[in-house]
T-cell receptor, first 116, second 112 residues
Framework: QKEVEQDPGPLSVPEGAIVSLNCTYS??????FMWYRQYSRKGPELLMY????GNKEDGRFTAQVDKSSKYISLFIRDSQPSDSATYLC????????????????FGQGTILTVHP | NAGVTQTPKFQVLKTGQSMTLQCAQD?????MYWYRQDPGMGLRLIYY???????DKGEVPNGYNVSRLNKREFSLRLESAAPSQTSVYFC???????????FGPGTRLTVL
């Protein structure tokens, strides 16, 4: 079983829809939770970054972390064709001293298409 | 700033050949990483370098070696390429937060 599970989709929605992307994980040591966006044939770029449980909002994007359920979500409001990309969740743990070394564990990515 | 650059962009190798993938960053970041991306597998960490002069294994280090040449450059070497190493390779760097990583454009490698 993979440490991080993500539905690969593909997911196709009309412009203006609310998109919900999700990941589940099994490693309770994960403390940092990230969402990266990857356009076709490009490198991933960081979209959202949260520590521990809670919500974080940035414009049309909201990231949620529920550590008790080992479940994270990314919501995209008023989706645009320019949001069409692969969305990757990523997580990392800390050592006993609380240091994170950026050893990210990624989900397999969800392919999103927003059509006009 | 160019950010993270990778060379070459594409490469085709025969089984058993060796090659080095180059990565450089101009953001003065301390930490650098090498990942591979395969269909259905997401990105997997091969090696990372938390600071100049240090390197550590990631999730899938077998068949690879790395060199942190200086603060800017972090190279990945395949000593004897195998078809299982066909993949897209990404280099990344980070500074204050190791989880906020900046990725290069990738190298598409095919091993025949």
């Amino acid at each position: 079983q993979k440490e991080v599970e993500q539905d690969p989709g593909p997911l196709s929605v009309p412009e203006g829809a609310i998109v919900s992307l999700n990941c589940t994980y099994s490693n309770s040591a994960f403390q940092y939770f990230m969402w990266y966006r990857q356009y076709s044939r490009k490198g991933p770029e960081l979209l959202m970054y949260t520590y521990s449980s809670g919500n974080k909002e940035d414009g049309r994007f909201t990231a949620q972390v529920d550590k008790s359920s080992k479940y994270i979500s990314l919501f995209i409001r008023d989706s645009q064709p320019s949001d069409s990309a692969t969305y990757l969740c990523a997580m990392s743990a800390t050592d006993a001293g609380g240091t994170s070394y950026g050893k990210l564990t990624f989900g397999q990515g969800t392919i999103l298409t927003v059509h006009p | 700033n160019a950010g993270v650059t990778q060379t070459p962009k594409f490469q085709v190798l025969k089984t058993g050949q060796s090659m080095t993938l180059q990565c450089a960053q101009d953001m003065n970041h301390n930490s650098m990483y090498w990942y591979r991306q395969d269909p259905g597998m997401g990105l997997r960490l091969i090696y990372y370098s938390a600071s100049e002069g240090t390197t550590d294994k990631g999730e899938v280090p077998n068949g690879y070696n790395v060199s942190r040449l200086n603060k800017r450059e972090f190279s990945l070497r395949l000593e004897s390429a195998a078809p299982s190493q066909t993949s897209v390779y990404f280099c990344a760097s980070s500074e204050h937060s190791p989880n906020e990583q900046f990725f290069g454009p990738g190298t598409r490698l095919t091993v025949l």
